[in-house]
């Protein structure tokens, strides 16, 4: 029996040894591989990183190069109506023309607001025109101003007069200077900007008034054009909506009055015919804080009245 025990003994002992370097094989080549593993993972995370500053780099620059650039076509989200803001399909925006056209005789400073001049009468607006929003809607429907033209309509704005379909023209509906291009006119009333106070470059909302400017212009050069200031809305309106701000609107009326300078047009102060002491429209001149009521209507009339241009029926000197 030893020596049946001496002989196997030995390869017993080989067989552990052998398995001992399996073992040991085994294992170096499972640490060889999750060392490789360690590497692969390494190498994919610093690609990952370097793809996202790349793509944050890009993000960035792409950024900068749109901050503060007006689009081509920015509408207003909302109408005082409570209508959702519907889509324009105006032409491209173009530049505010340099050309001024021809200004009247005399040295007129079409920097400042037409001054008080001799009332005229109601015939005064015989060959008139008023582009407007809801505002010169409630002018026309509480003062019986029958004698004048009205393309006046709740929510148009200056990029909508030349592409909403609002005024039957033969049968057909067109947009606002359509309209006006078959009317007969020597003068023209516009009021416009309080629903674009919510837009977000002011600078776009001064092209497209120009680009009013200039349309009216083109159909009747020797017309004589008046921006009337937008009027303030309540304090209680100016505080709680959601664009529509007294601030917002004087801000406007600047622009407005630098826009009336550069085309050589006249600037009527109508914000500050109906504006109490602080600025705001007084809590008892509109139910709703915005549209008139008639006793302030009259006085808007009244003001247009009182203030026309030089040569004008009553016109200052």
């Known amino acids: 029996?030893?020596?049946?025990?001496?002989?196997?003994?030995?390869?017993?002992?080989?067989?552990?040894a052998r398995a001992r370097r399996r073992r040991g094989g085994d294992v170096f080549l499972m640490l060889v591989m999750i060392a490789l593993s360690l590497v692969a993972i390494s190498a994919g995370a610093q690609a990952v990183t370097a793809w996202r500053a790349d793509r944050a780099s890009i993000e960035e620059t792409s950024t900068r190069e749109t901050a503060g650039a007006p689009p081509e076509e920015v509408g207003s989200e909302e109408r005082l109506d409570g209508d959702a803001g519907e889509a324009t399909d105006t032409e491209p925006s173009q530049a505010v023309q340099e050309e001024t056209g021809p200004a009247p005789s005399g040295a007129y400073d079409f920097s400042k607001p037409v001054p008080l001049?001799?009332?005229?009468?109601?015939?005064?607006?015989?060959?008139?025109v008023f582009i407007g929003d809801s505002r010169t809607e409630g002018l026309f429907l509480n003062t019986g101003l029958s004698n004048a033209a009205s393309l006046a309509h709740m929510g148009l704005m200056v990029d909508t007069v030349f592409t909403r379909p609002l005024f039957n023209v033969d049968g057909e509906k067109v947009p606002v200077i359509d309209a006006l291009k078959t009317a007969d006119f020597s003068k023209v009333y516009v009021m416009l900007g309080i629903n674009e106070t919510g837009w977000i470059y002011s600078s776009v909302f001064v092209q497209k008034y120009g680009e009013l400017i200039d349309a009216i212009r083109e159909i009747k050069p020797d017309a004589v054009i008046y921006i009337q200031a937008i009027m303030p809305v309540s304090q209680r309106v100016s505080d709680t909506h959601s664009y529509i701000k007294n601030a917002k609107i004087s801000e406007y009326n600047q622009l407005l009055q630098q826009l009336a300078e550069e085309k050589q047009v006249y600037y009527i102060d109508t914000a500050g015919a109906v504006?109490?002491?602080?600025?705001?429209?007084?809590?008892?001149?509109?139910?709703?804080?915005?549209?008139?009521?008639?006793?302030?209507?009259?006085?808007?009339?009244?003001?247009?009245?009182?203030?026309?241009?030089?040569g004008e029926k009553g016109g200052a000197a």
């Open 117 to 128: 001049s001799d009332p005229a009468d109601t015939a005064y607006f015989d060959d008139a």
């Open 275 to 310: 504006a109490g002491e602080d600025g705001a429209l007084p809590e008892d001149a509109a139910p709703d804080g915005i549209h008139l009521v008639r006793s302030y209507c009259q006085k808007w009339l009244e003001y247009l009245m009182a203030h026309t241009a030089p």
């Open 1 to 16: 029996m030893r020596r049946t025990i001496q002989i196997y003994a030995p390869k017993r002992a080989g067989k552990r």
